[in-house]
């Protein structure tokens, strides 16, 4: 059933999925289609998530029944599977892993693929660095187990396959490199992390909030405010058991300091060109010093607003964390002169509270 010509012809589009990670799904639909298999799922050797690469065909059966009865964890085509993928087996099969196919079909899992119209398994070897994978092709009973000779078909793409999940690994850190970059310039301190916290990646202004409260242990962020550590660890834990279909922890982690005003992290999702499934960057850190002093150009913020001068200063102070009376003080004013100053500021910018106006001030730096 397999057609070598039109395998040959997938493969050799596999440069497209590198520099694509959201293609990976569209070109296993077409491995299926060249070698008459229902569906296609791409499984890490010994992690197994619920965003893993895909075809639409066999998806009910991953959200369904793989994840949530827990075969992930317990997938005997993994147990037995692996340690012939580590001994050098570009493809491995049913036929390999059972003795008969009575023992096959004795196997939980494999009742439960039946409940699906699936029944037969090929998994084609492959690396990205140290990580084994299995492409994990899926036939129905009218479409056969997976014969000699097709397998022989199936092991051309085990050697492309490493180098495409090698390149694409490169290419996704090399995006994630440009992302963080790119707000290293401006001022927004960024760290990149795996899904269970490991760091990938970070920018200077990350590196520059390193210290005596906010440091890297064993790669991985570690905070001395006890309760802020706490909250990074259940958010990083969230990140390990949640896929890339849920949306992220959204909730700010405050990290206060003596002498000094706190540290904010938030937690945003890592952007598609940087979401290679062989790098793992699941989430960037976004880090704010509150101690910090940003440059506010006041003469773009009266422009902007038809703020007066003294106006502008007051915004701009605002802006940086300063309360109002701070700010007042600095300026030389009385506390209802700059009240009064902030209520003007309000009108002029449309906004009705300071967290407001300070959220509308940052925007235009």
């Not at 927004?188 to 992390?193: D, S, T």
Request: glycine share 6%.
């Amino acid at each position: 059933m397999v057609d070598v010509h039109r395998l040959d012809d997938v493969i050799a589009r596999l440069g497209d999925v590198v520099l694509d990670p959201a293609t990976w799904p569209s070109f296993m639909d077409e491995v299926c289609a060249a070698v008459g298999a229902t569906g296609a799922a791409m499984l890490q050797s010994d992690i197994r998530t619920e965003d893993i690469p895909r075809t639409q065909s066999i998806t009910d059966y991953f959200t369904k029944t793989y994840f949530p009865q827990n075969f992930h964890l317990t997938d005997i085509r993994a147990a037995r599977g692996v340690p012939l993928m580590l001994a050098g087996a570009d493809v491995i099969t049913d036929a390999d892993l059972f003795a008969s196919e009575t023992e096959m079909l004795r196997d939980p899992l494999y009742t439960t693929l039946g409940e699906f119209g699936l029944k037969w398994f090929a998994a084609v070897s492959f690396r990205s660095g140290p990580a084994l994978w299995g492409l994990t092709i899926q036939r129905s009973p009218k479409e056969g187990m997976f014969e000699a000779d097709e397998v022989k078909a199936l092991s051309r793409m085990s050697a492309r396959l490493t180098e495409a999940a090698t390149l694409s690994a490169v290419v996704g850190r090399s995006a994630l490199s440009g992302i963080t970059s790119a707000l290293d310039l401006i001022q927004v301190a960024a760290i990149a992390v795996g899904r269970y916290g490991a760091i990938i990646g970070m920018n200077g202004q990350a590196e520059a909030c390193l210290g005596h409260d906010l440091a890297i242990r064993n790669n991985r962020l570690t905070l001395l405010d006890r309760q802020a550590n706490a909250d990074l660890t259940r958010l990083i834990d969230q990140l390990a058991h949640s896929s890339d279909l849920q949306p992220l922890p959204s909730s700010p982690i405050v990290v206060r300091r003596i002498d000094k005003r706190p540290l904010v992290i938030q937690m945003q999702p890592v952007p598609p060109a940087a979401r290679s499934p062989f790098l793992g960057a699941r989430a960037l850190l976004l880090i704010r010093d509150l101690e910090g002093n940003p440059a506010f150009d006041q003469a773009l913020l009266a422009a902007t607003f038809e703020l007066t001068p003294a106006q502008a200063r007051l915004a701009a102070r605002l802006a940086r964390g300063d309360s109002v009376e701070t700010a007042a003080q600095e300026a030389g004013v009385a506390v209802a002169t700059a009240r009064n100053q902030l209520k003007t500021i309000f009108q002029k910018t449309g906004t009705h509270r300071q967290a407001e106006l300070v959220a509308l001030l940052h925007r235009v730096k």
